[in-house]
C-alpha cells in the first residue's frame, strides 16, 4: 500500500464513523409523551420541582431566563425531569453553552425569584389530541424583571 491509498482509506474511515456516529436530533412526539408517562406509571419520584433555562444576556452579567413548574398530564402532576430529559426541555443538559443553560432544581420557580407564572398547554407534547400536557412558565430579563442570583445559580452559572 502506498501513502496514497492509507490517506483515502484513512478518509474513508472516518467519514463513516462520523456518519455512523450521527443521529437526527428531532424526537417524535411519541417519545416525549411516552417519557413523562413512563414517569407518572413507574411511581417514581421527581424531587425537582422545575426546570430553569437561563442564557447570558450581555457582557455586563445580566441574564436572560425562563422557568417552568406545575407540570401536568391529563390533570395528574408530572416531575419535570422527564421534560428536562427531552429536546425541547434541554435533552438532560446535553444542549448547555457557556452562553445558555438548562437545568432542574429543587426549588420552584416562585422560590428561585421569579414572578408570575402563566399556565401554558403544548400540544407539541400530546401523542394525541386527547391528551392534555401543560405546565407554568416564568421569565425574567434584564429591562423589566431582572433574574435573581438563586435562578442564575440554579441553572449552573
Given at each position: 500500500m502506498n501513502l496514497n491509498q492509507m490517506n483515502r482509506l484513512l478518509i474513508i474511515m472516518i467519514v463513516s464513523i462520523f456518519l455512523g456516529n450521527c443521529q437526527s436530533k428531532e424526537q417524535s412526539?411519541?417519545?416525549?409523551?411516552?417519557?413523562?408517562?413512563?414517569?407518572?406509571?413507574?411511581?417514581?419520584?421527581?424531587?425537582?420541582?422545575?426546570?430553569?433555562?437561563?442564557?447570558?444576556?450581555?457582557?455586563?452579567?445580566?441574564?436572560?431566563?425562563?422557568?417552568?413548574?406545575?407540570?401536568?398530564?391529563?390533570?395528574?402532576?408530572?416531575?419535570?425531569?422527564?421534560?428536562?430529559?427531552?429536546?425541547?426541555?434541554?435533552?438532560?443538559?446535553?444542549?448547555?453553552?457557556?452562553?445558555?443553560?438548562?437545568?432542574?432544581?429543587?426549588?420552584?420557580?416562585?422560590?428561585?425569584?421569579?414572578?408570575?407564572?402563566?399556565?401554558?398547554?403544548s400540544s407539541s407534547q400530546r401523542p394525541n389530541p386527547d391528551d392534555v400536557f401543560t405546565f407554568k412558565m416564568f421569565t425574567c430579563d434584564p429591562n423589566n424583571n431582572p433574574c435573581a442570583r438563586s435562578a442564575i445559580t440554579a441553572a449552573g452559572f
Open positions: 412526539r411519541e417519545d416525549i409523551s411516552s417519557l413523562v408517562i413512563n414517569n407518572l406509571l413507574n411511581g417514581v419520584a421527581d424531587r425537582n420541582k422545575s426546570l430553569v433555562v437561563m442564557e447570558v444576556a450581555d457582557l455586563g452579567g445580566s441574564f436572560t431566563g425562563s422557568c417552568y413548574d406545575t407540570f401536568q398530564l391529563n390533570g395528574g402532576n408530572v416531575g419535570p425531569t422527564a421534560y428536562f430529559n427531552t429536546p425541547p426541555g434541554g435533552a438532560g443538559g446535553l444542549l448547555n453553552t457557556n452562553i445558555k443553560k438548562y437545568a432542574v432544581s429543587t426549588s420552584s420557580c416562585s422560590d428561585l425569584g421569579f414572578a408570575s407564572g402563566t399556565n401554558f398547554g
